[in-house]
């Protein structure tokens, strides 16, 4: 059974840091499109950083290039954010999603027809950040 953990969410202020961890269990993300997406009150959820199979590549949302920074260790089956330079906007809960092993990607990631059901989810964690 595939299991997503996250952790390392909480309250800063403007400019301060973050980095959030993702362990999974049960699933080797390492060959799938990997990343974590947010959801602010009222809003939609955005794809905000990824690491494309084999880690080749990475994709950052427009809002948050050159301010957050996605990895990942295979070694411990952990997917990192490292979140810099935090604003108000950023406030969201934030999710680790690894792409489901039977959904075939292609050349993206994430690929913009994804839906939610083609993910395995974490539970989220909370980010927020005072002005």
């Known amino acids: 059974q595939v299991q997503l953990v996250e952790s390392g969410g909480g309250s800063v202020q403007a400019g301060g840091s973050l980095r959030l961890s993702c362990v999974s269990s049960g699933y080797t993300p390492s060959g799938y499109c990997v990343g974590w997406f947010r959801r602010a009150p009222g809003k939609e959820r955005e794809g905000v950083a990824f690491?494309?199979?084999?880690?080749?590549?990475?994709y950052y949302a427009d809002s948050v290039k050159g301010r957050f920074t996605i990895s990942q260790d295979n070694a411990k089956n952990t997917l990192y954010l490292q979140m810099n330079s935090l604003k108000p906007d950023d406030t969201a809960m934030y999710y680790c999603a690894t792409q489901n092993p039977s959904v075939w990607f292609g050349s993206r990631c994430p690929p913009t027809w994804a839906r939610y059901e083609h993910y395995y989810w974490g539970q989220g964690t909370q980010v927020t950040v005072s002005s």
């Open positions: 690491i494309f199979p084999g880690g080749s590549s990475t």
